[in-house]
């Protein structure tokens, strides 16, 4: 299969490791942040199973970044979040919520301090380059606001170490979770943190020359070949089991970081004032009229991920929908994510999700539904 074997457009970019995608078996793409992500390397259980149990290597250009740079880079940054930055580190990750002036989610992005006064904001799929640089206008603060030449993979599962450990040095072990490191492998500038949309033990490798994408590709395969690296992308299946969110799906520009249980990353008694302070304060002290839960469906396993919110309903009565789910082989259950009305989030409801014209029982349970406490992730 070669690149002219799909309807691809000019007005949609390319990411740098688009041809090595093809060439080691990308069958289908997306598109994302107005770029084009391979989305299908074959099963998406093989993915997962894949994941899991040795490693895979996902092409992510798609988490564009946004560059804040100048002497007024972390009040600009700690403007545009509820997260208190204050104790962030030069060299530290902070996953972060971009809120507008209502209190919704415009972006749940990670947050990279790579400088004193340099940020990148590694961004879910919305505009916030566009956001920022008009939020800036409205400013006095001494900000320049780009987008980089910066392209990032995801190197995730248990090998993911070694396969890095073999690639630039046995220190990489070194590097903990939500830190960064800059590396030059072989004259190749790279930045990478030890992050990742998996749940499981992962870095992002973020590549600061598109023109050496397909290179950069090659190196780590041919690395990881000995540790049964495969090429693969982001699995909805590990996602969906660690409670991982995902933008446009399990949450959007009207919905705010209490509804989600995200709390911890408001800070409304910090000194300083941020985009939708005011909005979140009100919320808080209201109330939210529905929260994100786990739910376990029943029945056959899901034959793939939803395409569309299904209804959820107590008594007949519509009280919320399912915003993902996925049939997990290693839990053997349907898992969803669902967003209710607050008086039916307790653990245990029985609800009815309507499932292409059916209905299905479902029971609330805790989540994420595996490896509660992240140590997959931060062993």
């Given at each position: 299969?070669?690149?002219?074997?799909?309807?691809f457009?000019?007005?949609?970019?390319k990411?740098?490791?688009f041809?090595?995608?093809?060439?080691?078996?990308?069958?289908?793409?997306?598109?994302?942040n107005?770029?084009?992500?391979?989305?299908d390397?074959?099963?998406?259980?093989?993915?997962?199973?894949?994941?899991?149990?040795?490693?895979?290597?996902?092409?992510?250009?798609?988490?564009?970044?946004?560059?804040?740079?100048?002497?007024?880079?972390?009040?600009?940054?700690?403007?545009?979040?509820?997260?208190?930055?204050?104790?962030?580190?030069?060299?530290?990750?902070?996953?972060?919520?971009?809120?507008?002036?209502?209190?919704?989610?415009?972006?749940?992005?990670?947050?990279?301090?790579?400088?004193?006064?340099?940020y990148?904001?590694?961004?879910?799929?919305?505009?916030?380059?566009?956001?920022?640089?008009?939020?800036?206008?409205?400013?006095?603060?001494?900000?320049?606001?780009c987008?980089?030449?910066v392209?990032?993979?995801?190197?995730?599962?248990?090998?993911?170490?070694?396969?890095?450990?073999k690639?630039?040095?046995?220190?990489?072990?070194?590097?903990?979770?939500?830190w960064?490191?800059?590396?030059?492998?072989?004259?190749?500038?790279?930045?990478?943190?030890?992050?990742?949309?998996?749940?499981?033990?992962?870095?992002?490798?973020?590549?600061?020359?598109?023109?050496?994408?397909?290179?950069?590709?090659?190196?780590?395969?041919?690395?990881?070949?000995?540790?049964?690296?495969?090429?693969?992308?982001?699995?909805?299946i590990r996602?969906?089991?660690?409670?991982?969110?995902?933008?446009?799906?399990?949450?959007?520009?009207?919905?705010?970081?209490?509804?989600?249980?995200?709390?911890?990353?408001?800070?409304?008694?910090?000194?300083?004032?941020?985009?939708?302070?005011?909005?979140?304060?009100?919320?808080?002290?209201?109330?939210?009229?529905?929260?994100?839960?786990?739910?376990?469906?029943?029945?056959?396993?899901?034959?793939?991920?939803?395409?569309?919110?299904?209804?959820?309903?107590?008594?007949?009565?519509?009280?919320?929908?399912?915003?993902?789910?996925?049939?997990?082989?290693?839990?053997?259950k349907?898992?969803?994510?669902?967003?209710?009305?607050?008086?039916?989030?307790?653990?245990?409801?029985?609800?009815k999700?309507?499932?292409?014209?059916?209905?299905?029982?479902?029971?609330?349970?805790?989540?994420p539904f595996?490896?509660?406490?992240?140590?997959?992730?931060?062993?």
């Amino acid at each position: 299969m070669s690149p002219d074997d799909f309807g691809f457009g000019t007005q949609i970019r390319k990411s740098p490791f688009f041809e090595s995608t093809i060439k080691w078996g990308a069958k289908d793409f997306s598109v994302y942040n107005h770029m084009y992500i391979p989305r299908d390397f074959g099963s998406p259980e093989k993915n997962f199973w894949n994941l899991i149990e040795t490693a895979v290597l996902c092409d992510v250009a798609v988490e564009r970044q946004v560059q804040i740079t100048g002497k007024d880079a972390s009040k600009f940054i700690q403007l545009l979040t509820p997260r208190n930055l204050s104790n962030m580190a030069v060299g530290q990750c902070k996953y972060i919520l971009i809120t507008n002036s209502d209190g919704g989610i415009i972006n749940d992005p990670i947050l990279l301090r790579l400088e004193e006064n340099k940020y990148w904001i590694s961004l879910a799929d919305s505009d916030v380059l566009l956001w920022a640089q008009g939020v800036a206008v409205n400013t006095n603060f001494n900000v320049k606001i780009c987008e980089p030449d910066v392209s990032p993979l995801q190197l995730q599962g248990p090998r993911s170490q070694d396969i890095l450990a073999k690639l630039i040095g046995e220190d990489i072990r070194d590097l903990k979770y939500y830190w960064l490191r800059k590396v030059n492998l072989q004259g190749i500038e790279l930045i990478i943190s030890r992050t990742g949309w998996s749940s499981e033990l992962g870095y992002e490798i973020y590549l600061q020359d598109n023109s050496r994408g397909n290179e950069l590709w090659e190196m780590i395969m041919s690395a990881g070949n000995c540790f049964g690296l495969k090429p693969g992308h982001t699995s909805t299946i590990r996602r969906i089991e660690g409670g991982m969110l995902s933008y446009h799906a399990d949450m959007d520009i009207n919905t705010n970081p209490f509804e989600l249980g995200l709390d911890r990353l408001v800070d409304l008694n910090g000194p300083y004032n941020f985009i939708g302070k005011t909005a979140l304060e009100h919320i808080k002290q209201s109330g939210v009229t529905r929260k994100q839960v786990g739910l376990i469906i029943d029945g056959e396993p899901l034959l793939r991920p939803n395409t569309k919110f299904w209804p959820v309903s107590i008594d007949e009565k519509k009280i919320g929908k399912v915003t993902s789910a996925v049939y997990s082989p290693r839990l053997e259950k349907n898992l969803a994510l669902a967003m209710v009305e607050t008086k039916y989030d307790d653990i245990g409801r029985t609800f009815k999700v309507e499932i292409q014209g059916q209905l299905r029982d479902a029971q609330t349970t805790k989540k994420p539904f595996y490896d509660p406490d992240k140590k997959l992730t931060k062993s």
